[in-house]
T-cell receptor
């Protein structure tokens, strides 16, 4: 299996621009998570989906952030408009919950720099 | 509410010395416990996990952890560290029967000194 695939790996953009991060979970997994990692706040859960349905988005910072999961094999995290404080590494992870051990499998991350 | 506490934010240790990274959690129900490792510029990888059964679990790279229910702890140990063990280590908890949200600790930065 190819594992969780994220794109782009690196993104540098200017303040005010729209940013879209993409994630392909492991085939057969039924839960998908978006995390943000910064030096100041560590690893923060932004949102997670179960069977493509958003279950908990309480970690989404504000209305500038949105996430979608149109099907079981694809998810996006969008920031519009972006701000310098959004600079971070964004991780996508997937899991097979209830039927499995619940182990999270992480992608390599998307490093976002907003100038 | 569920929480995970990693008591040490930074742990320096000399090469070939033993190390213990501490993790405590709060939960009144059954839990699954995990340790993840993050090498620089990479995602998190599973080191080991406790689901049930033997309280001593062994993982990759010579790491092991012991689940202590009475102390609600899941400390990670390695008898002899190597330079390549320098990384960030995260403890995580999930309550498998009440939800699938992972709770991560704040991480412990392990630095192995030659």
């Amino acid at each position: 299996d190819a594992g969780v695939i994220q794109s782009p790996r690196h993104e540098v953009t200017e303040m005010g621009q729209e940013v879209t991060l993409r994630c392909k979970p492991i085939s057969g997994h039924n839960s998908l998570f978006w995390y943000r990692q910064t030096m100041m706040r560590g690893l923060e859960l932004l949102i997670y989906f179960n069977n493509n349905v958003p279950i908990d988005d309480s970690g989404m910072p504000e209305d500038r952030f949105s996430a979608k999961m149109p099907n079981a094999s694809f998810s996006t995290l969008k920031i519009q408009p972006s701000e310098p404080r959004d600079s971070a590494v964004y991780f996508c992870a997937s899991s097979l919950v209830f039927q499995g051990t619940g182990e999270l499998f992480f992608g390599e991350g998307s490093r976002l720099t907003v100038l | 509410a569920q929480s995970v506490t990693q008591l040490d934010s930074q742990v320096p240790v000399f090469e070939e010395a033993p190390v213990e990274l501490r993790c405590n959690y709060s939960s009144s129900v059954s839990v699954y416990l995990f340790w993840y490792v993050q090498y620089p510029n990479q995602g998190l990888q599973l080191l080991l996990k406790y689901l049930s059964g033997s309280t001593l679990v062994k993982g990759i790279n010579g790491f092991e952890a012991e689940f202590n229910k009475s102390q609600t702890s899941f400390h990670l140990r390695k008898p002899s560290v190597h330079i390549s063990d320098t990384a960030e280590y995260f403890c995580a908890v999930i309550e498998p029967y009440t939800g699938n949200q992972f709770y991560f600790g704040t991480g412990t930065s392990l630095t192995v000194i030659p």
